[in-house]
């Protein structure tokens, strides 16, 4: 019979023991949880990571800036319209007449050189009164515009002078949108990237009654500039040729007619190469304006 000694010692190993197993099952425990945490991380990350990626954001396309996004990969699946509305959209009238004859200012910018070269046009006594045509040759068709001098006389001024310098010849329109809230096909910048202009810039000629639809013609811009606080106006412009929700913000400066637009449509209906923003990049197939005639 053992000891009240020898009990003693087999009591305090077996307690002993129980200690040990208890230690090494709270380090398991916390092992597990480490493990557990990070793993959940993962996930939420992998989720965060898939949500952010599969359709991406869309906060470019409430506007019609003069940035666009280039696209690396040509047999990217196009976006296209799913839907063009027919009929044109009545133009804007001023809710006030200019007077006949008006003064532009075009100052040059000197941390923006010309994408081609061009000369700013005249600044005094511009009329105001009148329209011209403009004949843009397009993909090989013939796409007429009326420019109105009653809405944008400066801007009108500008868009002649360019193009009877040739400036708009053989360029690319670098960017169409296909999204419900905005169909335009932009163009006017040579080096095709979104960032190009004539040298100079000039105010914009908007009224809150502007309102974008099928057919009119408008300029592009960048906002106002922070340095100057003026217009940002150059050379790009856009022919909506669906909806267009966009803010009065766009000087409107011309219209085209219902035969030219069903060849802007055909352009549309072949998509853009959308790259960060869905509906809205360059287009699918090449679009070159290879000559603007105004008479």
């Known amino acids: 019979m053992p000891s009240n000694q020898q009990r003693r010692e087999a009591a305090k190993r077996k307690l002993e023991r129980q200690l040990a197993n208890r230690v090494e099952r709270a380090r398991k425990r916390r092992i597990v949880g480490v493990i557990s945490t990070v793993v959940g991380v993962i ?3 992998g989720i965060v990571y898939w949500l952010a990626n599969i359709g991406g954001g869309d906060n470019t396309t409430d506007t019609a800036s003069s940035n666009t ?30 007077p006949a004859k008006v003064t532009c200012d075009y100052p040059a910018e000197a941390d923006k050189p010309a994408a081609k070269p061009a000369q700013a046009p005249g600044t005094k006594d511009i009329s105001s009164e009148g329209t011209a045509t403009a004949t843009l040759t397009i993909n090989g068709a013939e796409v007429k515009a009326t420019l109105d001098r009653a809405l944008a006389p400066c801007t009108v001024n500008s868009f002649t002078s360019l193009a009877k310098q040739g400036y ?29 202009g004539p040298g100079y810039s000039f105010d914009d000629e908007v009224f809150p009654e502007i309102k974008y639809g099928r057919g009119l013609l408008a300029m592009a811009n960048a906002g106002t500039s922070p340095d100057t606080k003026k217009g940002t106006n150059g050379s790009q412009f856009f022919i909506v040729y669906g909806t267009a929700e966009l803010p009065a ?19 549309a209906k072949a998509g853009t190469i959308s790259q960060g923003n869905p509906g809205d990049g360059k287009p699918k197939n090449e679009v070159k304006i290879s000559n603007v005639a105004v008479a």
Not at 168 to 196: E, M
Not at 249 to 267: C, P, Q, R, W
């Open 168 to 196: 708009f010849n053989d360029t690319p329109c670098h960017r169409l949108t296909t999204s419900a809230g905005l169909q335009v096909l932009q163009c006017g910048d040579p080096s095709g990237t979104g960032s190009g």
């Open 69 to 98: 996004v280039e696209t690396s990969n040509p047999d990217t699946p196009a976006d296209t319209p799913e839907s063009i509305p027919t009929e044109l959209a009545a133009v804007p009238k001023r809710p006030a007449a200019l």
């Open 249 to 267: 913000n766009y000087t409107v400066f011309g219209h085209l007619d219902a035969d030219s637009m069903k060849k802007i449509d055909e352009i």
């Open 43 to 45: 996930a939420v990350v």
